[in-house]
């Protein structure tokens, strides 16, 4: 789950009060029952792990021979991953003797440090985080020899319940809330001593569906990753409750089956998500795998769904951003992506965003939430959402979008030859006059992409506006560039005005346009999480200008060769993908 490293690391007053409350439980509540581990984790990561190479929070750090706790001061976003426990997921995928001796050694150098409530990570999410992951793998860090040592596991776990009852409320709305109410009813109903928190923190779950799942299943921050985090949490939580005799409330179910239809419709070919507003594609499996505990079939929307349009035909997909970014009170991650879309073939991310540069400091975060760090048109050094108050540099990255599209608008067509979405904003409006119209066509094979963009002053009252523009700076063309972030496994050749896209599985795919004033292929960067620098890789550009009152270029994205024979990517590639 991504982080706010400083905001979950740092306790407040509050949260100081209620760890030190907490720390004086002399109770040693054993469990109800052996609990199951329900978070996957990563071999690889594991192994790195175990070589004291730690990949956390977008920040890397090597320190063979020490325990997690013994290390120098590290940013705050590492610290809260360290705080989290989420590594445990990946000793536990590596399952060898020594992974289970160190989850069960540095867990207990953190009960002997933290334990009593001092030091950072008391707050509401990271406690939720660390007492789902303690839990999960109870069995890996329950030592058989040492009687001692499981007692004080069961003291902390109790410890950290009691805190999470005090203070889940204070842990910022959605997904951290969410995490803090996960963990105290599993403490609540998977510890003996516990039992009395069950009820009232079943009823906040209840609230709290209610109050932050919408109607359609979506999130105000209209992060698809966040979406997906909140389904795991709400399953996990739902599942161990049911073991444990309890059963979840009605709101939570009703959330998980509405948030499934969502998710399902904001999956890619190659089951990984839609990366828009800071969301990444998720950890490898951990969507299908959500999705199957969410269970009932949940089918994709025709309609959006979250504010996102699918297209999907044959081994393709397609899905645009439809809506205008989140309501500043959403969340600091918001983009600029209004009109974006993403393709995938097969297992293949083709035309990507940049990412989330959150993890990657200030400067990253706030560029690849501009429009050019999408594959959508934008106005040259204009992007169609604005951040918030001028002259805040050091804050930048934080602002909220404050000037958004007043007008997204949205039209899906079934037609003989494919799907058709049909979308326009009006981002550009209050500086230019101007819309951008895009309309999008999937042949029904999915071997074809079609795409038109138009920058237009539409009524009598736009063209005023453009022509006082135009009066104002007549030295200022207004030019646009349309751009196609590829995703860095994607070779390109520009050749002849064409461009040729050749993937990792042979296929290939290749790009051809009318109307733009010159075509190019442009450094871009990735930004994924996990990663602890931007990987390079390339964009295709399409440089525009307005004329008289619009501007418009037409492309194609067309398959020209297939995946060889030999060398297929599923074991069903052929498979045309849920529609």
């Known amino acids: 789950m991504a982080t706010d490293g400083l905001r979950e690391l740092r306790p407040s007053l509050r949260d100081r009060i209620a760890a030190r409350r907490a720390g004086r439980l002399r109770l040693d509540p054993l469990f109800r029952l052996r609990p199951e581990p329900r978070s996957i984790g990563d071999v690889t990561r594991g192994r790195r792990i175990l070589a004291g190479r ?48 160190a989850a069960r050694d540095w867990t207990q150098g953190w009960i002997t440090r933290f334990g009593t409530g001092r030091g950072p990570g008391w707050t509401a999410p990271l406690a939720g985080r660390r007492v789902l992951r303690w839990i999960h793998h109870a069995l890996m860090l329950r030592d058989p020899a040492d009687d001692t040592a499981n007692a004080r596991l069961c003291r902390a776990l109790g410890r950290q319940t009691r805190f999470l009852a005090a203070r889940w409320a204070g842990a910022p709305a959605g997904a951290p809330r969410f995490e803090a109410l996960a963990g105290l009813l599993h403490g609540a109903a998977l510890l003996e001593g516990m039992e009395r928190h069950l009820a009232p923190a079943r009823a906040a779950l209840e609230a709290e569906c209610a109050a932050r799942i919408d109607p359609q299943g979506g999130i105000a921050t209209r992060n698809p990753e966040e979406l997906l985090d909140i389904l ?178 949205f039209e899906r067509r079934d037609e003989p030859q494919g799907p058709a979405l049909l979308l326009g904003h009006d981002g550009y409006f209050a500086t230019h006059g101007l819309t951008h119209l895009r309309r999008l066509d999937l042949s029904a094979d999915g071997r074809t992409l079609t795409g038109e963009d138009m920058l237009a002053a539409i009524t009598a009252a736009d063209r005023r506006r453009f022509a006082r523009y135009r009066a104002a700076y007549p030295d200022r063309p207004v030019a646009f560039r349309v751009h196609f972030h590829l995703h860095p496994a994607v070779a390109a050749r520009l050749e002849a005005g064409m461009v040729t896209l050749t993937l990792p599985s042979g296929e290939v795919w290749e790009f051809a346009q009318e109307g733009a004033q010159a075509v190019a292929l442009a450094p871009s960067v990735h930004l994924e999480r996990g990663r602890v620098a931007p990987q390079p890789t390339l964009q295709i550009v399409l440089d525009g200008a307005v004329g008289a009152a619009a501007g418009q270029v037409n492309w194609t994205l067309a398959k020209a060769a297939d995946t060889p024979v030999a060398v297929r990517d599923l074991a069903h590639d052929d498979m045309p993908i849920e529609a």
């Open 232 to 409: 795991a949490l709400l399953t996990w939580t739902r599942d161990s409750l049911a073991e444990a005799g309890a059963q979840a409330g009605p709101e939570c179910s009703a959330a998980i089956a509405r948030i499934a239809s969502v998710l399902r419709t904001l999956r890619h070919a190659d089951s990984g998500l839609a990366r828009f507003h800071g969301g990444g594609r998720g950890e490898v499996g951990r969507l299908e795998h959500a999705l199957a505990a969410a269970g009932g079939p949940a089918p994709p929307l025709r309609e959006r769904a979250m504010g996102y349009a699918r297209l999907a035909a044959g081994r393709s997909t397609v899905i645009a951003d439809a809506a205008p970014p989140p309501e500043p009170g959403a969340g600091r991650d918001a983009h600029a992506a209004t009109l974006a879309f993403e393709l995938t073939s097969g297992r293949r991310p083709v035309i990507v965003s940049c990412g989330s540069g959150r993890g990657f400091g200030p400067d990253w975060h706030r560029a690849a939430r501009a429009t050019s760090a999408h594959s959508t048109l934008a106005i040259t050094a204009v992007s169609s959402s604005r951040f918030g108050p001028a002259g805040r540099r050091e804050a930048g990255a934080r602002l909220p979008l404050m000037e958004r599209p007043g007008a997204v608008s």
């Open 54 to 101: 730690f990949d956390l929070g977008g920040h890397h750090l090597s320190a063979p021979d020490r325990i997690p706790w013994d290390l120098p001061a590290q940013p705050p976003e590492f610290e809260a991953a360290l705080h989290g426990f989420g590594w445990l997921d990946d000793l536990a995928a590596l399952g060898t003797e020594a992974a289970r001796r």
